[in-house]
């Protein structure tokens, strides 16, 4: 063998030291909002969201008003998850089957027509009930839909800040626009909050109109596409794929957890910590900082946000945060742990978007996003239900320790099935720009505050 080469001065001559690369850099919301793709899609479901705002505390109000009992405030509830049970596996297939800007277009145009009809529909229950599920009905074809067009408007390596943008935007509107909301109906009355979703949905299909996405790849002359077969091949591809079964099984603990927690923080508030009702409104206010802050610190601190330990590690911390605020006694240790509870929660449903967006097949995205709201909405009917059983029988903390259990068993079987290779083999690559494009006039061509 030989041995090194030496230098005339006898040193042992080594070639040049190796560099090794940093990470990429992150994109910004700056760079993104420069593309009018994710302007508009951002934009649309930012008004859209304002209105849902408006309409979710309206409703509650208006039908405590009509009925006098949390029992019918909690049948808004249900007739706005029973549209998503039945109809999430058609929506879905619609969703891959046809323009995916056009359903969102007209899933806005329907809700139009449906909040306004709330106007002059107020003072009756019935009323308020049926247009309840038919608004949760319209929106169970356009969540789908939305989700699945934002891989075709921007980068592969983009999907985290751009869903992080639109998630904090959300969180935002929820904070500053509740207590509004609350106002208006107050003081202008429930037909005013009514119209102004309606306005939202309006602005949204407006905004959405010159949005061209993705064509899906079964929208050909030469492929006769049958809905029975679609629903199926798209329930198929979800049992099995390894990546997907552990999300779907996270996600259906982590719903059965946090449909109770969530549904029941006024009663631990009111027996577990004894404040009052400003004071139950700090406790939801630290979990709305919480969420908004999520997404800016991931994209400060985490280099690889759709590693197994980001996606499945968040539902670990919500199981310690709620842990942590079974035993609380008082305000202020309760605040700071719902701070940590909504870091968890935006940051995970952050990555967990974007990990689906990455790793499912543009032709088949749709149907995968809709199994998935399925699975959240059937956990949080079961959770619901069976969360005010165990309060009544082992007391409010027991939920809470129950739901902290169910979310590290979310996060133990995501980390047991899925291996870092898996998410090696989701579908990278920026998305195609030719299959993108904006025309029209610029409703969304403003540069919005984020």
Known sequence: MRGPSRSCDGGKKYGPPIVRPGPPPRPSYRQLFRQPGYRRLWTARTVSQWGDVFNFVA????????????LGVSGVVVAEIAPVLLLAPVAGAVA???????????????????????IPGQSNAAAVYALAFAMSAAAAFFN????????????????????????????????????????????LGFGVAFGVNAASFAVSALVLRGLRGEQPPDRTATTRWRWRTAVRDGARHLARDRLLRALAGAQLLAALSAGATSALLVVFAKEGLHVSTGQYGLLVGGIGIGAATGPLLLRRFVHQP?????????????????????????LAPAVTVL?????????????????????????????????FDLLWQLGRLLSVAAGGLVADALGVRAVYYLGGLLL????????????AGDLGTARGGPARRDEVDDDGPGLGSGDPLR
């Open 408 to 419: 590290l068993a979310a996060a133990l079987l995501g980390l047991g099935q899925v291996r």
């Open 144 to 187: 789908p839909a939305a989700s699945s067009t934002l891989p075709a408007l921007v980068g592969d390596d983009e999907l985290v800040t751009a869903n992080g943008g639109i998630w904090t935007a959300a969180v935002v509107s929820q904070i500053a626009l509740a207590p509004v909301a609350a106002a208006v109906a107050a003081t």
């Open 339 to 371: 701070v940590a509870y909504g870091i968890g929660t935006s940051t995970g449903s952050v990555t967990f978007n974007s990990l689906v967006q990455a790793a499912v097949p543009a032709e088949l995205r749709g149907r995968v996003f809709a199994a």
């Open 59 to 70: 409703l509650a109000l208006l039908v405590f008003k009509l009925t006098g009992t949390g």
């Open 96 to 118: 891959d089957r046809f323009r995916r800007v056009d359903v969102m277009v007209g899933a806005d145009i329907v809700r139009v027509a449906l909040a306004l009809l709330l």
């Open 306 to 330: 759709r590693r197994p330990a980001v996606v499945f590690g968040a539902f670990a911390v919500r199981g310690g945060v709620d842990l942590a605020l079974a035993p609380a006694r008082s």
